[in-house]
């Protein structure tokens, strides 16, 4: 049954990770290592069955891969989800343990933050192994990555409206953010500073007040957030948003936000391509923390990463005139951008290169 899954979608690795002290359940899946070590975040929620935890690892690490090859890193995919209610059962013991298993995978996977997660937690799993990015700057880090992320997103928004509406410019856009955590926060800013109406939902009272209080965004339901009056809509909570039931009930011309995983099946991509609604790829979009952390390997610099950052305007805008070129919707066009660069890295590969392990250096 797992073996049947992860063919599917040529995993290469899922490791359960057990620590009966600390109450540690934890799942790390690596789905493709061909353009470098497998990084992304570690996920922290109250998954209703195991089974639900193992399915949300093995897809968000597969959009890794996605993320890291359409972004140019040189980077794999990998996810880790832990089973716990991070705002019961974190504990120092928990983290440290979780480290001990990452550092076993000397350097396959690498973790950062992700939904249920922050500094403070990576910062623990830091005190066991060196495979961990998104640590306090005090380590030379950039620290959080959702405030880039947030303007990775922004700058994706804007050439989604480009498409969309002919000008990248925000101002006078009405906007609906669904969910106002850690990134939307961020994002709000930059859209309030840019002259756009927010229309804000989430399940925390307080980052809704937040944003009311901080950008005037006007608040709503938690269900009204996808009829509501806008130009666009942005899912910025958790994944499967896009579906059956929501995408009669847009009214939104693009779809741009930092979930991962927004489309509930590919049918749901095709189906707002049918409609006409200009999506931006989630993974492309939300590209910004993985770039800043991707920075760390190679000695933190808030600017260079920044640049970078900048540059997913660009691949939102190549993805469309793919999916143009093609007669393809956006999320295919997105895939098929990943799958090219990983398939031209494949073959770029293939002079034979001696390395330490090889039979002829055996005697050396
Ligand atoms: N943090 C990053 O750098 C980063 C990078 C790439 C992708 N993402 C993705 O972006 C999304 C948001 O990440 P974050 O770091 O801001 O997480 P977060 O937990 O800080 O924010 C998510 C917010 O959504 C709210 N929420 C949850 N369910 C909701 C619902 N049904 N309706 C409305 N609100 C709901 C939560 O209360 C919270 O305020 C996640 O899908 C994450 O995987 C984050
Ligand atoms: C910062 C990244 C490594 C992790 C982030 N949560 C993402 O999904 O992209």
Known sequence: MIFEQLEKCDYEQLIFCQDKNSGLKAIIAIHDTTLGPALGGTRMWTYENEQQAIIDAIRLS?????????????????????????????????????????????GRYITAEDVGTNEADMDLIHQETAFVTGVSPAFGSGGNPSPVTAYG??????????????????????????????????????LHEEGANLIVTDINPAHV???????????????????????????????????????????AKVIAGSANNQLQENRHGDKIA??????????????????????????????RAMKKVETIYDTIHRVFKIAKRDQIPSYLAADRLAEERIASVKRSRNTFLLNERHLLNRGR
Do not use: W
């Open 274 to 303: 049918e409609l006409g609604l200009v999506y931006a790829p989630d993974y492309v979009i939300n590209a910004g923390g993985l770039i800043n952390v991707a920075d760390e390997l190679l000695g933190y610099n808030r600017e």
């Open 62 to 106: 597969r959009a890794m891969t996605y993320k890291a090859a359409a972004s140019g890193l040189n980077l794999g995919g990998g996810k880790a989800v832990i089973i716990g209610d991070p705002n019961k059962d974190k504990s120092e013991e928990l983290f440290r343990a979780f480290g001990r298993y990452i550092q076993g995978l000397n």
């Open 209 to 251: 007040e937040r944003a009311v209080e901080k950008y005037g965004a006007q608040a709503v339901g938690i269900d009204e957030i996808y009829s509501v009056n806008c130009d666009i809509f942005s899912p910025c909570a958790l994944g499967g948003v896009i579906n059956d039931e929501t995408i009669p009930q847009l009214k």
């Open 153 to 190: 997103v922004y700058r994706g928004m804007k050439a989604a409206a480009l498409e969309a509406f002919g000008s990248d410019s925000l101002q006078g856009k009405t906007i609906a953010v669904q969910g106002v955590g850690n990134v939307a926060y961020h994002l709000c800013g930059y």
